[in-house]
């Protein structure tokens, strides 16, 4: 965290330099304060392309209104000898699916990209105007892959119970000892900014109790009615509020997996947070690691969180599951893709022997499994390259 240049690489990066001038639009979501426009507009500051660049931004009003109600003529006068347009904050915008679409269609050499802190309005506006014409990545908070690349693998094992507690948002991870209070920002000032603003989202404290209730269930199965009656409301608001913070990148769900055997749970699910410095913080909990009893849940959600990065970035079309059976035989992670199946263990003590099921082995014969502990755990999360073991 010595090195003086500030900005970090993200392997989103070379995603994007894969894509430009291929036809299509280029769209970066995920929660704010994970630094998108920091990386696009580092991204676009290279030298083949920094002349050839327009930024604006969609919150803007005047950009907005211009955007709006901007002919493909106005368009062109607008970006003169420009062939790259960065627009920022795209949600912000009126109908900005429409307006993407008749920018696009104003040039057929116009490369744009488009950064949205939230896929509720984004996505939703989007959809359909852009069908077949976009790529999309969501840009979560740093990675185990990328922080290492920053410094070392080895500087980054030694950092592990600090990620643990405070997590990895930029702001966060590049201001060792001040972590607390920068958390406490970040949540209370724009982590949910987006679920609130959304209409119909007028009971705050009641989704902070709902987040609270899951920060306590974290890593364990859901039900969806029992929560409802803990925090005071009914199953349907769970549901939707729970859908509104998966699409805000706050939490995300992962279901249960079953093919072969009769006894297994098909319709559960678990839910985890993007990241643990916002669990820990919903709960007001930054006890280190020694001191903690949960360190058992915070090690699970925070390999889950790692492994999700890890999938976007290198297999997005491998699914995750976990797997347990009427009986209470059970598996942490379970990656379905086209070379078959992964399961994977996660046990904080590494002392603890861990033996895959025989109910899962004989039912899937060709899947794989490795238990990943404190002692392995980097390996299980560096690029395919670098895997020494699991």
């Known amino acids: 965290m010595t090195n003086p ?52 931004n969609g919150d803007d009003t005047d950009t907005a209104a211009l955007l709006s109600d901007a002919s493909p003529d106005r368009i062109r006068m607008l970006l003169g000898r420009k062939n790259i347009l960065f627009l920022d904050e795209a949600q912000r915008i009126p109908s900005s699916g429409l307006v993407l679409k008749r920018l696009a269609d104003s040039s057929s050499d116009l490369q744009i990209i488009v950064s949205g802190s939230s896929s509720l309005d984004l996505a939703d506006r989007t959809a359909e105007p852009l069908t077949g014409r976009k790529f999309e990545w969501v840009l979560l908070p740093f990675s185990f892959a990328e922080l290492a690349a920053r410094s070392s693998p080895l500087e980054e094992r030694r950092l592990l119970e600090r990620r643990l507690v405070f997590g990895s948002y930029p702001d966060i991870a590049t201001h060792p000892g001040d972590e607390t209070d920068r958390l406490r920002v970040l949540v209370s000032s724009y982590l ?11 009971h705050t404290e009641l989704l902070e109790r709902l987040l609270r209730a899951i920060a306590l269930q974290c890593g364990s199965e859901v039900s969806f009615c029992e929560v409802a009656r803990t925090i005071g409301t009914d199953d349907k608001t769970v549901v939707r509020y729970l859908d509104l913070l998966e699409r805000c990148f706050v939490v995300f769900r992962l279901p249960s997996y079953a093919r072969n055997l009769r006894n297994e749970l098909r319709k559960s699910r678990k839910i985890y947070f993007f990241d643990n410095g916002v669990r820990n913080a919903i709960l007001g909990d930054f006890r280190p690691m020694p001191l903690r009893t949960d360190a058992g849940v915070l090690w699970e ?32 992670l379970v990656e379905e893709s086209a070379d078959g199946l992964r399961a994977f263990e996660f046990k904080w003590n590494p002392k603890k022997a861990v033996r895959p099921p025989k109910a899962f082995l004989s039912a899937y014969p060709g899947a794989t499994f490795a238990t990943v502990t404190p002692g392995n755990f980097d390996t299980f999360l560096l690029p395919p390259s670098s895997d020494s073991g699991i």
């Open 192 to 202: 949910f900014k987006d679920v609130f603003r959304i209409r119909g989202i007028r």
């Open 5 to 56: 240049n500030p900005y970090f690489e993200r392997d989103l990066t070379s995603s994007l330099a894969a894509r430009m001038f291929q036809g299509k639009i280029l769209v970066v979501t995920g929660p704010r304060q994970t630094g998108k426009t920091t990386l696009i507009a580092h991204f676009l500051s290279r030298p083949e392309w920094a002349d050839r660049v327009l930024s604006l």
């Open 301 to 332: 959600n925070h390999l889950m969180a790692e492994r999700l990065k890890w999938r976007l970035a290198r297999e997005p079309d491998t699914r995750a599951f976990f797997w347990r059976t009427a009986d209470q035989k059970e598996i942490d």
